[in-house]
């Protein structure tokens, strides 16, 4: 089975500019299976749309926890990026270009930010990577960021494996 790896954050994103300061910087690559779309939205979708039970067990704890300190649920940042255009899982989409993808969202605690990519990997196959940047606004986000980070990192290399068997199905 392919396994997700951590990588370097992409210097070509356009979140690069992001990078300096940020509390959270991380991202995570895995081979796509040849034949695999080149359309990064159907690929963010494959990834990171319908997770693991698990995943959605997580995410509800998170909000159910969150919205006691007045942050906004998944559902309710979802709704709201829905209400202004397309969401990828419960993000909204933020930009598309033939190169990347960016979703993210703004809350009071933090704002969150990351990147789809396709790039050429060692042996002249394709990757999927996925990176994230986080800058925290107040105690709270740092809480939270330090609370979630070790989840976050295991979630995300899981959607990628998962994308990717379901690919090859």
């Known amino acids: 089975?392919?396994?997700?790896?951590?990588?370097?954050?992409?210097?070509?994103?356009?979140?690069?500019?992001?990078?300096?300061?940020?509390?959270?910087?991380?991202?995570?690559?895995?081979?796509?299976?040849?034949?695999?779309?080149?359309?990064?939205?159907?690929?963010?979708?494959?990834?990171?749309?319908?997770?693991?039970?698990?995943?959605?067990?997580?995410?509800?704890?998170?909000?159910?926890?969150?919205?006691?300190?007045?942050?906004?649920?998944?559902?309710?940042v979802g709704l709201a990026g829905a209400a202004r255009g397309p969401v990828i899982g419960f993000f909204p989409l933020l930009s598309k270009s033939a190169t990347e993808l960016i979703v993210g969202a703004d809350d009071r605690h933090l704002d969150f930010r990351a990147t789809i990519q396709v790039r050429a990997d060692a042996a002249n196959g394709r990757e999927l990577l996925a990176a994230t940047v986080v800058h925290c606004h107040n105690r709270l986000g740092r809480i939270y960021l330090a609370t979630i980070a070790p989840f976050h990192r295991v979630i995300v290399r899981a959607n990628l494996e998962r994308a990717v068997r379901a690919m090859r199905t």
């Open 1 to 76: 089975m392919t396994k997700a790896r951590a990588v370097p954050m992409p210097g070509n994103s356009v979140l690069a500019p992001l990078y300096a300061g940020a509390d959270l910087l991380d991202a995570f690559a895995i081979r796509l299976p040849a034949g695999a779309s080149d359309d990064l939205e159907v690929l963010a979708r494959a990834a990171f749309e319908r997770p693991a039970w698990w995943i959605r067990a997580l995410t509800g704890v998170r909000d159910g926890v969150m919205v006691t300190v007045g942050v906004k649920s998944s559902r309710a």
